[in-house]
């Protein structure tokens, strides 16, 4: 199957600092990427739907200037958690749609990245 | 607003038992159901239900959809401890380009 990669997988960071997080398709072109959040035994949070070349659709609640997606090319999403507090540390996943394929069933997930902010 | 069930949220059982885990769903525009396992990082994709009654299997695993009544079940037999996970029901929501995840069955195989 198709390979999303995602880096860093761990990160710790003082409250204050922004944190940037990558996810990769590595052998498909994905117009569609999605970042997701997880808090320790709940399930994922859709956060927001990124669209390279475009500006990324934010669920309702989430903080667009502080959740930064930027999709710039058809293999590359980033998010960027901006002035990072406690509260943000979570688990953060990152999937992708590969292009041209309308099923869901082509939805692969990153390794995910676990925030930590002190 | 679109909603994805699933229960239980916890099951505990001993290896070789049969578990079924249910889905129950509210969408505006379903277009298909997907089943995840997740171990210790991201999810991994086990089927893609469209159609009602059309069983899917893999293995041990084998799982249903039943779009009159809105729900999905995921059967394991003879389950073995590597089948621990938290198991994920996801709903992808035609026209919204999303997909709406159920709050998880954790599994825990005992020896």
């Known amino acids: 199957g198709a390979v999303v990669s995602q880096h860093p997988s761990w990160v710790i960071c003082k409250s204050g600092t922004s944190v940037k997080i990558e996810c990769r398709s590595l052998?498909?072109?994905?117009?569609?990427m999605f970042w997701y959040r997880q808090f320790p035994k709940q399930s994922l949070m859709l956060m927001a739907t990124?669209?390279?070349?475009?500006?990324?659709?934010?669920e309702q609640g989430v903080e667009k200037d502080k959740f930064l997606i930027n999709h710039a090319s058809l293999t590359l999403s980033t998010l960027t958690v901006t002035s990072a507090h406690p509260e943000d540390s979570s688990f953060y996943i990152c999937?992708?749609?590969?292009?041209?394929?309308?099923?869901?069933?082509?939805?692969?997930f990153g390794e995910g990245s676990r925030l930590t902010v002190l | 607003e679109d909603k994805v069930v699933q229960s239980p949220l916890s099951l505990v059982v001993h290896e070789g038992d049969t578990v079924t885990l249910n889905c129950s769903y509210e969408?505006?525009?379903?277009?298909?159901l997907l089943w995840y396992k997740q171990e210790k990082k991201a999810p991994t994709f086990l089927f893609m239900l469209?159609?009602?009654?059309i069983e899917k299997k893999s293995g041990r695993l084998s799982s249903i959809l039943d779009k009159k009544e809105l729900f999905s079940i995921l059967n394991i037999t003879a389950t073995q401890t590597g089948d621990s996970a938290v198991y994920l029901c996801?709903?992808?929501?035609?026209?919204?380009?999303?997909?709406?995840f159920g709050q998880g069955t954790r599994l825990t195989i005992n020896p």
């Open positions: 999937s992708a749609r590969q292009q041209g394929v309308r099923g869901t069933g082509e939805l692969f």
């Open positions: 052998d498909f072109q994905a117009t569609t």
């Open positions: 990124s669209n390279e070349g475009s500006k990324a659709t934010y």
């Open positions: 969408v505006t525009n379903f277009r298909s």
């Open positions: 469209t159609s009602s009654g």
């Open positions: 996801a709903v992808d929501v035609q026209g919204a380009q999303k997909l709406v």
